[in-house]
């Protein structure tokens, strides 16, 4: 993230041709290593979060063009990639001709995950960074939940938020040596949103929508759900992150990220 990636109160567009229309930029954002955050901060959190994985059966959920996907699979796991993006999961599947690891990617509305596998089929369930961008993220949630083998744990990252309520940085002062705070409003205001992209390493600037909710509603729908949460991480760069990489600096001095680690309980949950 950073001061040209914007967040803006809107109409929002169609969600998954937003995706469809941006895959090309974000497959070089991604393969050219220039999601510092994704790289540096929030991913591996995740994986901290995550634990060991070799051996586990694994559905990453939103999974994008892959990239994730594959980290899991290099560590050992058996995993299937889910989005609903037809150009990402293009792209996900040409990184799998190209150079297999025993992935199988499907397009999938995430919120019908639980039609197409037998209860209890998986031991983790993750998305990064992608559950925000649904609008039915109790649904998924609760197919998760149902798709979880008993002790399995649902792991996954969005943006905070207090990043997803409406905001904007302020301008820094002529004598600052970092840019101004980030400025947030109607935070009890949730609904759709639209995250305007357009730093300056992207191939060009695109739009995509996300749905802003609470904490506390995060928190209710994953309780809804039936699961129990056994952690929450802010993860954040450090100052010697800074001072490698300046673009860096905002996820030091504010949350941008959160990653919750949840496991299935012994409750039927309730549908």
Known sequence: MGSHVRRERAHSPNPRKAWDDAADVWEDFQEAGKDFARDRVHGPALLRSLGPVRGLRILDVGCGQGRFTRRLAKLGAQVTGIDWSSAMIEAAQRHERKASLGIEYLRMDARHAARAWPPATFDRVVACMSLMDMPNASSVVRGAYQLLRPGGRFVF???????????????????????????????????????RWAMKRLTRPFATPYWHRTFESWFSLLRRAGFEVDSLVEPHASEAQVRSNRLLAGTHRVPFFLVVNCHRDNRQTSM
């Open 157 to 195: 990252s969005v943006s905070h938020p207090l990043n997803t309520a409406a905001l904007q940085w302020e301008s820094p002062s002529a004598d600052a040596r970092h840019r101004g705070a980030m400025l947030v409003d109607r935070y009890f205001e949730e609904g759709p949103r639209v995250t």
